[in-house]
């Protein structure tokens, strides 16, 4: 009986040895994998701070996933960015700073917030910030619901075709003003023109008699066609 005892003793021990050691590796599978999964996390988090456009991920509720420095720097860096925020939360900061034009701040933000709803997940805005710069963002649903936005600072193409939209309209303007002043030109030389003509051709028809020389004529006609061609 003792050694019957004694042998089930020594096959738990084993067993129990057995399934500490098990333990134990997967304890160290687990933390290997959880060091190369935050490892992974660091280098995805450093890869999208170093890039110049601002990129963060909302879920369906319109609570913040991810977001890159960048946005925080178009966002006016506001101290309580976290996982979780809400869009409402972060519109609030954002008129708070004078980033969503004036009125009401609250108001401004409630608006804002109920255009973006409308526009959908798949859809793109702009905005001015206070330092004048200008930026374009293009929301991309995910597959799992949600989106993720894009900032890009197109300050530098706006102020081009801004500057272009001002040139364009300075020429059209000024091709106007010439245009008019041509036609104000013409009005005033055709009046006293027409007197001439009208003249020259009374002087070719001899209505006053005759001039009095052959070379007289032909100055009347080369007057009274130098004015039609005018």
Known sequence: LIAGMLGVLIIMGIAMAVFLRRTKDV????????NQLAQKSELLKSTLDSVDQGIASWDLDSRLL???QKCEEFWYAPDGVRV???KRELLSHIGNKGGLGTGNPIEVAENKYQEILKDGENSWDSFSLNDGRFITLYRYPLPSGGHTTVYTDVTERHTYETRLQFAKELAEESNLTKSKFI???????RTPLNAIIGFSEMMAAKVYGTLGAEKS???????NEAGRLL
């Open 183 to 189: 036609a104000d030109v013409s009005h005033e030389l």
């Open 84 to 86: 979780g925020m809400t």
């Open 66 to 68: 991810t977001w890159n």
């Open 217 to 223: 004529e032909e100055s009347v006609a080369a007057i």
């Open 27 to 34: 304890s160290v599978q687990l933390s290997e994998q959880a």
